[in-house]
């Protein structure tokens, strides 16, 4: 019976991990049709806008050395998208929402899809703060990155 149990809790993790994945090259798809390539470093905005996109210092370094997007995590996107990409569209009121189930299917469109992206992220995430098991390793989120 445990295994059957441990079987089911592996495929749902591994599913959830894969959906964040895939999420990610989505964004980064999404926010590489903004940018010209090869011109990411001149379309950066300047620090004091990044700072105010709500980005750390050491995303804010990290992402000032780069000279594709590939590098950028989830929550780096997210940021650039909403407020520089999409610029105009910042006082969306669906920016602010955190629970995707008031979210509904009749909400279409880019802004409502990387909300959920964002919010699926951060409950899989808020899930893996706590120490998880799986198989034979813990597993711990810290921030961006699941560590085993």
């Avoid at 993790?13 to 990610?24: A, K």
């Avoid at 750390?56 to 992402?63: E, N």
Wanted: glycine share 2%; aromatic share 8%.
């Amino acid at each position: 019976m445990a295994a059957s149990s441990d079987g089911k809790n592996e495929r749902n993790f591994l599913q959830l991990h894969r959906l964040v994945l895939d999420s990610t090259r989505v964004l980064r798809a999404k926010f590489d049709s903004f940018v010209p390539k090869g011109t990411l470093q001149a379309w950066l905005p300047s620090y004091k806008h990044l700072k105010n996109a709500q980005l750390t210092d050491k995303q804010i370094s990290h992402i000032r050395k780069q000279t594709i997007s590939e590098e950028f995590d989830i929550t780096v996107l997210t940021s650039l998208l909403r407020n520089f990409c999409y610029k105009a569209d910042l006082k969306h009121p669906l920016w602010n929402e955190t629970n995707n189930n008031n979210i509904g299917p009749s909400q279409k469109g880019e802004i409502a899809d990387i909300v959920r992206i964002r919010n699926l992220r951060n409950e899989v995430c808020m899930t893996c703060t706590h120490l998880m098991s799986y198989k034979h390793c813990a597993c711990t989120c810290y921030s961006r990155v699941t560590i085993c």
